[in-house]
């Protein structure tokens, strides 16, 4: 048997019985007035770890604490890689941090396609991020037109290559990656089960190749409370990053119920 085959199924053995619960994140994108923030936090009650919820910048600010009563992680949407300056209105680090915020998003689809964030820019995001102490999760993704013309594989591996390309290997502790492929974004259909371990099995060994270790890969794209489960039970899946489902506490509490059974 080749090597790829026997590493394929000691990770499913052990993603089957060594299984932590799933990371659940929700991304509320440009949704959520403080007052809704708050009624969403009352109606979803408390967590156990491995909830995560990423805000606007307004509601994060006045959630924080909220949030940390009920063992919510969270963090911004976005951040700049300079502590202060001249850069209208963008948020720092140092701004992040006061919040008590432990993760960061960065390289978002929505970022990288409608505010034109380049993988440059990304290096150094996700650098200044790490090496000031906070987990970033770094989002990847493919259009239609890539997934179609079979270039998926180019992409996601140079967006790996280029966002990460400033890190030492120790560093990569802190990283967590979240696939997700841009048409399932916000379309109501998530990819097929076949496209989503085809990808994450693709992608853990790519990270194996080239960094000698897994990274936790977490899976995106029309999750909701209906097909967490199955996702889930995908062994290279290691959580959710969840959109529109994460609006609704009842949903994302169904969610976060299915990832500490699977
Ligand atoms: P949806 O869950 O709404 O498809 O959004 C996914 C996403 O972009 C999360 O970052």
């Not at 499913?12 to 007035?33: D, Q, S």
Request: aromatic letters at 8%; a negative charge; proline letters at 4%.
């Amino acid at each position: 048997m080749d090597r790829t085959k026997v590493d394929q199924i000691i990770h499913e053995v052990v993603a089957k019985y060594f299984r932590k619960p799933l990371i659940v994140a929700g991304n509320w994108k440009m949704n959520m007035t403080v007052r809704e923030g708050l009624d969403f936090l009352e109606k979803l009650g408390s967590t156990e770890g491995n909830v995560l919820i990423f805000p606007p910048y307004t509601t994060l600010a006045v959630l924080a604490p909220e949030m940390k009563k009920r063992g919510i992680l969270y963090g911004p949407q976005n951040f700049h890689y300079e502590d202060s300056g001249a850069f209208t209105g963008e948020i720092s680090i140092p701004m992040i941090r006061e919040l008590g915020c432990s993760f960061l998003l960065a390289g978002h689809s929505e970022r990288r396609g409608y505010y034109n964030e380049t993988d440059e820019a990304l290096g150094k995001k996700v650098a200044k991020g790490i090496r000031s102490g906070f987990q970033v999760m770094l989002c990847i993704g493919e259009s239609l037109e890539e997934r179609r013309s079979g270039q998926w594989q180019r992409k996601l591996t140079e967006q790996i290559v280029l966002d990460l390309r400033k890190l030492e290997k120790e560093e990569l502790d802190s990283i967590l990656i979240a696939y997700e492929p841009i048409w399932a974004i916000g379309t109501g259909v998530s990819a097929s089960l076949e496209e989503i371990n085809e990808t994450h099995s693709f992608l853990k060994m790519t990270m194996r190749e080239m960094f000698g270790r897994d990274l936790p890969l977490l899976y995106g794209g029309s999750v909701n409370e209906k097909n967490a489960q199955e996702i889930g039970s995908c062994p290279y899946v290691d959580g959710f990053l969840i959109g529109g489902a994460s609006l609704n506490p009842e949903k994302f509490r169904k969610i976060i119920e299915v990832s500490r059974g699977v």
